[in-house]
């Protein structure tokens, strides 16, 4: 049988940074398990957005400390990574919101967060010409916000782990979890039984289906998202914020010389239905439309749909299960997995390796629940 100290479940983006922490620290008895190919997941349907710009100081300082950790990927990993570092627009249209963002941008500037403001309406204007608004009350910026390339960071991250002796094992599927007096002690897999002493659940959108393979109930549904890409776009600046008309949640950036967008369907219903629902198209470009006629002009080339794995707060399980030894769980993102990345590999091998870990995330245990989570301003 094979053996070893720690099997991580799920080669996205999450377990492949966590297998990446794990080996940098010196623990290379580590397998990876991926029951389809890398980054085959939410990660590689992911629109790539990092943002500084979140209502609790937990959110904020992974931020913090991923954006720190992404500038010297490369270095740390020896594989490529491309950033573009165009700033995150949030337009705000209501007195609610407004009122909850100014409080935003004051928490995020006393935790150091570098280039975020409050914007007027002509500052908005300036910023990007093509936008409607007249309706907003207010908008915020942080120029240090941008995106990335998940599947690349997915990829390197792993093959880096894997240069330092991790195992990562593709078309590998864990179909059991073996639990003896209280602790984990192996998985059963479509490859033949792994005894361990912990496996990490980095299941994402499936993340609740390993729970119950070790008898743990967790709180993460799949959401389905819609995203779209336009051909060749003129009509906005290439340097263009990513930008987000929160009240909507309809959002769009540069992609390339096109343009990516989407939009949030509040009334989705749980589900691993990839299909692009028919006429969801038209509700989002009736939306961009408003905020964007520019938009007119452009021509969509395709769509794709892909999972939030979210929690009833919307923000990740990080830690052990009470209860269960030698189980953790690192899923639950919604939509800020890929942007918190580097951190939670870092926190959570951490955890894996018995220290407590150098940022604090007791906030995001799973027992919160237990407690009256409350739900943050979300997005994308
Ligand atoms: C449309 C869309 C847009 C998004 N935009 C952003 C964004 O702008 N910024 C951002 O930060 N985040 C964004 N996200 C969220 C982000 O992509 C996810 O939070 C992140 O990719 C989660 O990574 P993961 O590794 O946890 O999950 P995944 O990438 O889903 O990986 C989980 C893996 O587990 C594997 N698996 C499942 N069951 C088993 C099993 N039994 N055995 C073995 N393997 C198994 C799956 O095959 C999968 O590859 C977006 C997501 C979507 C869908």
């Known amino acids: 049988m094979t053996i070893a100290e720690i099997v991580i479940i799920g080669g996205g983006v999450i377990g492949a940074s966590v297998a990446w922490h794990l080996?940098?620290?010196?623990?290379?008895?580590?397998?990876?398990?991926?029951?389809?190919?890398?980054?085959?997941g939410s990660t590689g349907r992911s629109v790539g957005g990092i943002r500084h710009q979140f209502s609790s100081a937990v959110n904020i300082k992974l931020s913090l400390a991923s954006v720190a950790k992404f500038r010297r990927?490369?270095?740390?990993?020896?594989?490529?990574?491309?950033f573009v570092w165009c700033g995150y627009l949030f337009l705000l249209d209501n007195e609610a919101d407004w009122t909850q963002f100014q409080r935003n941008v004051a928490l995020q500037q006393e935790l150091g967060v570098p280039g975020v403001e409050r914007l007027t309406q002509d500052d908005v204007k300036r910023l990007v010409p093509q936008l409607e608004v007249d309706d907003l009350l207010g908008a915020t910026l942080?120029?240090?916000?941008?995106?990335?390339?998940?599947?690349?960071?997915?990829?390197?991250?792993?093959?880096?782990?894997?240069?330092?002796?991790?195992?990562?094992?593709?078309?590998?599927?864990?179909?059991?979890?073996?639990?003896?007096?209280?602790?984990?002690?192996?998985?059963?897999?479509?490859?033949?039984?792994?005894?361990?002493?912990?496996?990490?659940?980095?299941?994402?959108?499936?993340?609740?289906?390993?729970?119950?393979?070790?008898?743990?109930?967790?709180?993460?549904?799949?959401?389905?998202?819609?995203?779209?890409?336009?051909?060749?776009?003129?009509?906005?600046?290439?340097?263009?914020?990513?930008?987000?008309d929160f009240g909507p949640s309809f959002y769009f950036r540069r992609e390339g010389k096109g343009i990516v967008f989407g939009m949030t369907n509040k009334d989705q219903p749980p589900g691993f239905d990839l299909r692009l629902d028919p006429g969801w198209l038209d509700t989002v470009i009736e939306q961009a439309l408003r905020r964007v006629p520019a938009l007119a002009?452009?021509?969509?080339?395709?769509?794709?749909?892909?999972?939030?794995?979210?929690?009833?707060?919307?923000n990740p399980i990080l830690g052990a299960v009470p209860g269960l030894d030698g189980f953790l769980v690192a899923a639950g993102f919604s939509g800020h997995g890929f942007m918190h990345s580097p951190a939670t590999g870092e926190v959570v091998a951490?955890?894996?390796?018995?220290?407590?870990?150098?940022?604090?995330?007791?906030?995001?245990?799973?027992?919160?629940?237990?407690q009256g989570a409350r739900r943050e301003h979300n997005v994308i």
């Open 73 to 82: 990927f490369t270095r740390e990993t020896g594989a490529p990574a491309h």
């Open 142 to 244: 942080c120029t240090h916000d941008g995106f990335g390339d998940p599947y690349s960071i997915c990829q390197g991250y792993a093959q880096a782990a894997r240069r330092l002796g991790v195992r990562v094992r593709q078309t590998v599927e864990v179909t059991g979890i073996d639990v003896r007096g209280g602790r984990v002690v192996g998985v059963q897999t479509t490859d033949g039984p792994i005894g361990c002493r912990c496996v990490v659940n980095c299941a994402g959108p499936w993340a609740a289906e390993i729970g119950r393979l070790a008898g743990v109930d967790l709180p993460i549904v799949p959401l389905k998202r819609q995203v779209y890409v336009t051909d060749l776009f003129n009509g906005l600046a290439q340097d263009a914020p990513m930008t987000i």
């Open 350 to 370: 951490e955890m894996a390796l018995g220290r407590s870990p150098t940022l604090d995330v007791s906030e995001l245990g799973l027992d919160r629940f237990n």
């Open 23 to 40: 080996a940098s620290e010196g623990m290379t008895d580590v397998v990876l398990l991926e029951r389809e190919s890398l980054g085959a």
């Open 297 to 314: 002009d452009a021509r969509v080339m395709r769509g794709w749909a892909g999972l939030y794995d979210t929690t009833p707060d919307a």
